[in-house]
T-cell receptor
């Protein structure tokens, strides 16, 4: 159980386009999801906390108008990279935590989306 | 969240136990110790977590010192597929708990 699915797994786009990445919790509900970014040979960097039904909370230095987050349901959060440029090329990963009746559960991660902007 | 310190890299022979240390000397009383690993080009995989007591599951054992300032993740019989970057994270478990990743330990399991 506790599967988190990301889509797409890999996307290549032209500079200036917007790209949407989906994060779904397949067998559980997630009030809170998290978005990370990882550059080559570096660790994961937390970008924002996605809250169902409310605005996302962004980490310091992350542009909220550049990285739009929507968490419209208890099983889906989306990250849209607006007007993407080559420097936005990275590995984007989401996570979610099983909550409620399942008790003390850790976060589970998706398999990531590799974004390449040409 | 408390900062953790891990060795940059470690080697382990296949079939032997891999012992990965983590220092979290500034951990607070309500912070759990979480361990994740990341195999190249994949999302992190949850391994184990604990607060005070030692924990064991089908993947690994977690040994936390009595003062909680350090811990050790033990993979009892390492295989080549255990080659990955292992992250030790100290975080508060609550509805909005964030995980802040450090640089982790790159474990190489060798034949």
């Amino acid at each position: 159980g506790a599967v988190v699915s990301q889509h797409p797994s890999w996307v290549i786009c032209k500079s200036g386009t917007s790209v949407k990445i989906e994060c779904r919790s397949l067998d559980f509900q997630a009030t809170t999801m998290f978005w990370y970014r990882q550059f080559p040979k570096q660790s994961l960097m937390l970008m924002a906390t996605s809250n169902e039904g409310s605005k996302a909370t962004y980490e310091q230095g992350v542009e909220k108008d550049k990285f739009l987050i929507n968490h419209a349901s208890l099983t889906l959060s989306t990250l849209t990279v607006t007007s993407a440029h080559p420097e936005d090329s990275s590995f984007y990963i989401c996570s979610a935590r099983v909550e409620g009746a399942r008790g003390n559960q850790p976060q589970h991660f998706g398999d990531g989306t590799r974004l390449s902007i040409l | 969240d408390a900062k953790t310190t891990q060795p940059t890299s470690m080697d382990c022979a296949e079939g032997r136990a891999a012992n990965l240390p983590c220092n979290h000397s500034t951990i607070s009383g309500n912070e759990y110790v979480y361990w994740y690993r990341q195999i190249h080009s994949q999302g992190p995989q949850y391994i184990i977590h604990g607060l005070k007591n030692n924990e064991t599951n089908e993947m690994a054992s977690l040994i936390i010192t009595e003062d909680r300032k350090s811990s050790t993740l033990i993979l009892p019989h390492a295989t080549l597929r255990d080659t990955a970057v292992y992250y030790c994270i100290a975080a508060i478990y609550n509805q909005g708990g964030k995980l802040i990743f450090g640089q982790g330990t790159e474990l190489s399991v060798k034949p």
